[in-house]
């Protein structure tokens, strides 16, 4: 069964810092690109960062670039997310999701909450 | 990137068909064959339904199509059932090699 577990969230103080991961099995994890996407409680969907199969290749969302750092072991079938100098409005449940065909993110993970508060 | 324009909410009897729309530009939905539509039921992750426009994925029921013109993608679920009422999404690729989704839209199964 395809599967990704993602884990780390949690309260964090604004200006601190958080790293996500996103475990993988049940697929070749070497082969596919990889996405992180948020939703703020009570609010839509928000693409946040992709990394290429082999970590070669990034992007971000405007919002977090210089902030947030996507990275990936393929050795470990671990996805992460570093996340430094948090501010309020990052407080969501953070999704990790395989990135098939050209743009379709299938599957997802269960989400992992991360909350930005003093 | 701005987020793709869907109708807040869209309602429907059982059995009926609604559509919801996406409207983007030419740098996201209109540039590329690239859309793909995302389900979502409370307090659950999102479900891939539709992606390349129109392809579903294996497992996804025929009740559910996509398609586009120029800037604006559309998702029409047919036969509506008390089990398609959840939230919907769509998603483009975009110009700067990025993703962008839409702002979501509310099904309610009268």
């Known amino acids: 069964e395809v599967q990704l577990v993602e884990s780390g969230g949690g309260l964090v103080q604004p200006g601190g810092s958080l790293r996500l991961s996103c475990a993988a099995s049940?697929?070749?994890?070497?082969?596919?690109?990889m996405h992180w996407v948020r939703q703020a409680p009570g609010k839509g969907l928000v693409w946040v960062s992709h990394?290429?199969?082999?970590?070669?290749?990034?992007n971000y969302a405007d919002s977090v670039k210089g902030r947030f750092t996507i990275s990936r072991d393929n050795a470990k079938n671990t996805l992460y997310l570093q996340m430094n100098s948090l501010r309020a409005e990052d407080t969501a449940v953070y999704y990790c999701a395989r990135g098939i065909y050209y743009n379709g993110l299938d599957p997802w993970g269960q989400g992992t909450l991360v909350a930005v508060s003093s | 990137q701005s987020a793709l324009t869907q109708p807040a909410s869209v309602s429907g009897s059982p059995g009926q068909s609604v559509t919801i729309s996406c409207t983007g530009t030419?740098?996201?939905?209109?540039?590329?064959?690239?859309v793909s539509w995302y389900q979502q039921h409370p307090g659950k992750a999102p479900k891939l339904m539709i992606y390349e426009v129109s392809n579903r994925p294996s497992g996804v029921s025929n009740r559910f199509s996509g398609s586009k013109s120029g800037n604006t993608a559309s998702l029409t679920i047919s036969g509506l059932q008390a089990e398609d009422e959840a939230d919907y999404y769509c998603s483009s690729y975009t110009s700067s090699s990025s993703n962008v989704f839409g702002t979501g839209t509310k099904v309610t199964v009268l």
């Open positions: 990394i290429n199969s082999d970590g070669s290749s990034t």
């Open positions: 049940g697929f070749t994890f070497s082969n596919y690109w």
């Open positions: 030419s740098s996201d939905v209109g540039g590329y064959n690239y």
